[in-house]
């Protein structure tokens, strides 16, 4: 049996200038090309090039809901390693929602939470790490034969991050020494950083 075609927004729900959508699965230029007219003229959506926007826009019965830039990610060299349409819109959402549910009468199915995340997975297109960093503060993975596997990365995780921020310490102080300012101005700058580090790193 083919792999479903899922569909769902790839920008947080609010108020913004531009929203996106995500596309991904077997059908999903075939799908997308039955709402979406270039504004090239001559140019079918079958036929646009992959790995560039192109300008046009979502029709659905004769009606223009919005013109959006459409890239096409041809597999596997796409998030989910299949065939997959990112289209940016309108931020208003209740734009997104009416391109959503055209997507969804074209053939497309509403994505579960996280499925984009899976199918990335299970295509190699990322390791178990990556994609439980994805998922942070969420329950995913329950299975206990990966609870040590989680745990060890969370771990790791701490430690890079506190890496970071000692690294960014560090650079600070190098340039405040090398800088031609007075001793009074180096301390009371190298105090206040320090302290900054200090409450980050708690």
């Known amino acids: 049996m083919e792999l479903e075609t899922i569909v769902a ?6 108020r913004s200038a531009i929203a996106g959508i995500r596309v991904s699965g077997p059908q999903g230029l075939a799908i997308v090309g039955r709402l979406f007219s270039p504004v090239a003229s001559g ?14 826009r979502i029709v659905d019965n004769g009606e223009i809901i919005d013109e959006v ?3 096409y990610y041809r597999a596997p060299k796409s ?23 055209c997507l969804i009468k074209a053939g497309a199915r509403l994505a579960e939470p996280g499925e984009f995340t899976m199918r990335a997975l299970l295509n190699g297109r ?43 310490g560090l650079t600070t102080a190098m ?10 101005e180096k301390m009371r700058v190298a105090e206040a950083s320090n ?5 980050q790193t708690r």
């Open 126 to 168: 990322i390791d178990l790490p990556q994609a439980q960093l994805k998922f942070r503060g969420r329950v995913v993975f329950v299975d206990p034969e990966v609870e040590s596997t989680n745990k060890t990365f969370l771990v790791r995780a701490e430690v890079e991050n506190k890496g970071q921020i000692l690294r960014k």
């Open 79 to 101: 998030y989910t390693r299949e065939d997959m349409v990112e289209i940016f819109c309108h931020g208003n959402w209740i734009i997104v929602e009416k391109i959503i549910n």
């Open 195 to 199: 302290h900054r580090r200090a409450v």
């Open 43 to 56: 140019r079918q959506c079958q036929d646009i090039p992959p790995f560039r926007p192109i300008l046009g």
């Open 175 to 184: 340039v405040i020494f090398l800088s031609p300012a007075t001793k009074q």
């Open 9 to 14: 927004p790839a920008t947080p729900k609010g």
């Open 69 to 71: 830039i459409l890239v």
